[in-house]
């Protein structure tokens, strides 16, 4: 194997992948048979709820397997569906969160000391 210890890799690598437009059929067996050739898999979470159906979270347990993946996977095709592969980007989601609570303490504000939108 190559030495991987001075490799440096962009920001958003990390091993958590994002999986979207996964097939609503697809069993977790069949995500550890595809994801699982390009490495060691910590988890996979297929989502199941109406509004998660057709994503799915992959763990590795190295960060270059998920690198691997990524660069494999993107637009792969399973069952006539062509798979978008992103790294997982917390901040992101957190971020959303954020600004609503954000904008939503202001609004408490506002109507606290009688303040409108235009002033």
Do not use: C, W
């Not at 270059?64 to 901040?91: C, S, W």
């Not at 954000?102 to 002033?119: F, Q, T, W």
């Amino acid at each position: 194997m190559n030495n991987r210890t001075n490799v440096r890799l962009p920001p958003e690598v990390n091993r958590a992948l994002f999986v979207r437009n996964l097939p609503f059929k697809i069993t977790p067996e069949e995500m550890y048979d595809i994801f699982g050739k390009y490495g060691a898999i910590r988890q996979i979470r297929v989502g199941n709820a109406n509004d998660t159906k057709g994503t799915a979270f992959v763990v590795y347990e190295d960060i270059f397997d998920a690198k691997t993946a990524y660069e494999h996977l993107q637009g792969f095709n399973i069952m006539g569906r062509y798979l978008i592969v992103l790294y997982y980007q917390p901040n992101k989601v957190t971020r959303k969160m954020n600004l609503a609570r954000k904008e939503e303490e202001l609004n408490e504000l506002r109507a606290r000391y009688g303040i409108s939108e235009d002033d």
